[in-house]
């Protein structure tokens, strides 16, 4: 059984899939998972070696590839978009109140919050005058913003549905910021990959038979509850059962929305990256033919 060391900030679908068929094991491949308090912690972890796959989205590996040198290769696309919203107290029920308050945010350079750049923008507000927190990964967001140490924060499933519970507010929602922001991906360093291209394609396979299988309508049922077990709202894993990323590939949207934000907000990278010298294609074919033919 190969080991992998695999760290990630919330489970994705076709992960908590393959974790309820047991087809990791099956495939040979001992995953060991580590939740991550920041983005910061997972880009520079990978950079050194410390974890083999990570579970980002496009943009950290965009600029960990930048700033880490992580030399980071995206494998696999996990989740079509991704689902987000930013929350706030009820007692702020405009952008521009939120605004004037300490915003929790896992970084300032990458992932989700140049989705909120762009809806500060838009609201005609200067986000680098913004006061922005940076407290870590999803769960320390949430937890920032239940203990009153933000005014509001960008939150995934299944932390909006607790934050909403609670009584907080969504000022807005993803998709009509960024509709096209790419879900997760699974990323590994090149020089791994090379050196690790069996148990690394074993692991897609693994991943694959999983989305499949959540992907298949026969299965939506019970592909919903395992997500609902894992702690998804039940509305938002009916949707990630309805709407999977066909073989795993990256969808060009998403690559194209993220450079975009980037650009926006002057981020983006000179010279500009491009995903053919990013996105390995082959090893995901190599894994959609081995379990083609099994």
């Known amino acids: 059984m190969d080991r992998i060391r695999q760290i990630l900030f919330v489970p994705p679908a076709p992960v908590v899939w393959a974790g309820h068929l047991d087809l990791f094991a099956q495939h040979g491949v001992d995953v060991k998972t580590t939740l991550t308090r920041s983005s910061d912690e997972m880009g520079r972890g990978l950079a050194a070696g410390r974890w083999d796959v990570g579970i980002a989205v496009v943009d950290n590996v965009l600029a960990w590839n930048h700033a880490e040198a992580a030399g980071l290769e995206i494998i696999a696309q996990l989740e079509r978009s991704t689902i987000m919203a930013f929350v706030g107290l009820p007692r702020l029920p405009a952008l521009q109140d939120v605004a004037a308050g300490p915003i929790a945010v896992d970084a300032t350079t990458n992932g989700f919050v140049l989705v909120l750049y762009r809806a500060l923008a838009r609201a005609g507000i200067d986000w680098r005058a913004c006061q922005f927190q940076t407290v870590g990964g999803v769960k320390q967001r949430f937890d920032a913003l239940i203990a009153g140490h933000a005014a509001a924060t960008i939150l995934v499933p299944p932390f909006i549905d607790m934050a909403l519970e609670r009584g907080f507010a969504a000022l807005w929602w993803g998709e009509t910021i960024a509709p096209h922001y790419p879900g997760v991906v699974a990323t590994a360093q090149a020089q791994w990959l090379r050196a690790n291209a069996s148990v690394a394609q074993r692991y897609l396979q ?29 509305p938002i894993a009916g949707r990630l059962a309805a709407d999977t990323v066909a073989g795993l590939r990256v969808v060009p949207q998403g690559w194209d929305e993220t450079i975009a934000l980037r650009r926006e907000c002057g981020l983006l990278e000179v010279p500009e990256p491009e995903a053919r010298a990013i996105v390995n294609t082959e090893l995901l074919g190599r894994a959609a033919d081995a379990h083609s033919q099994k």
């Open 206 to 234: 693994a991943l694959i038979a999983a989305n499949r299988w959540g992907g298949d309508t026969g299965n939506a049922g019970a592909a919903a509850a395992s997500l609902v077990t894992a702690g998804y709202a039940a």
